[in-house]
């Protein structure tokens, strides 16, 4: 049964830091990987979707990495500003049903 | 661009009393889902439709039904509300099938707020 572990629980940082999210998966025939932000009170907003054939992905200060050998996922976000400030969850997919959400990390950036 | 759009976004229920959520995207997606996301628990399944005219059991679907009307459209029904059931549900669609246009990525609606008194 697949499980994703996002860790840490919660992360507060100072602005302007790069800092790394990190999300671990059991199940290595994962089939897609995608990254959200939620804000409070809010839906989920997809940042950047990894599919079965890549290994990264890039957006703006957003990169996302997939290995699949050691079950592992990054989320790596550049230069934080404060408006970074949210839950980023992480979802792995074995199929169109099975997709699996971490619980997230509540990320704080200190102006 | 609506994207995935919810209603209602709040609604208090007395134990017992029945509602439907209503869901409906304009992306054309084939794919719908209904979530639940309660504290500690994260995102969990309650029903999804992989295409118009099919609907599936999620991880937690006692006490809710679906409806898939349309390809747009994807409704899910409490029968007899428990507080049980007091959580955030959202829909999402996705586009999933074979070749390079059809690439799973979730779009997710605003929420709906449901309490059970």
């Known amino acids: 049964k697949q499980e994703v572990t996002q860790i840490p629980a919660a992360l507060s940082v100072p602005e302007g830091e790069n800092l790394v999210l990190n999300c671990s998966f059991t199940?290595?025939?994962?089939?897609?990987l995608q990254w959200f932000r939620q804000d409070p009170g809010k839906g989920l907003t997809s940042l950047l979707l990894?599919?079965?054939?890549?290994r990264e992905q890039t957006s703006g200060r957003l990169n996302a990495s997939l290995d699949k050998s050691s079950g592992r996922s990054t989320l790596y976000i550049a230069a934080s500003q404060p408006g970074d400030s949210a839950t980023y969850l992480c979802?792995?997919?074995?199929?169109?049903?099975?997709?699996?959400f971490g619980s997230g990390t509540r990320l704080s950036i200190r102006p | 661009n609506a994207g995935v759009t919810q209603t209602p976004k709040f609604q208090v229920l007395k134990t017992g009393q029945s509602m439907t959520l209503q869901c409906a995207q304009d992306m054309n997606h084939n794919s719908m889902y209904w979530y639940r996301q309660d504290p500690g628990m994260g995102l969990r399944l309650i029903y999804y439709?992989?295409?118009?005219?099919?609907?599936d059991k999620g991880e937690v679907p006692n006490g809710y039904n679906v409806s898939r009307l349309n390809k747009r459209e994807f409704s899910l029904r409490l029968e007899s509300a428990a507080p049980s059931q007091t959580s955030v549900y959202f829909c999402?669609?996705?586009?999933f099938g074979e070749g390079d246009l059809y690439t799973g990525e979730l779009f997710f609606g605003e929420g709906s707020r449901l309490t059970v008194l």
């Open positions: 439709s992989a295409s118009e005219g099919t609907t």
């Open positions: 990894i599919q079965s054939s890549q």
């Open positions: 199940d290595s025939a994962i089939y897609n």
């Open positions: 999402a669609s996705s586009v």
């Open positions: 979802a792995g997919y074995s199929s169109a049903s099975k997709i699996i």
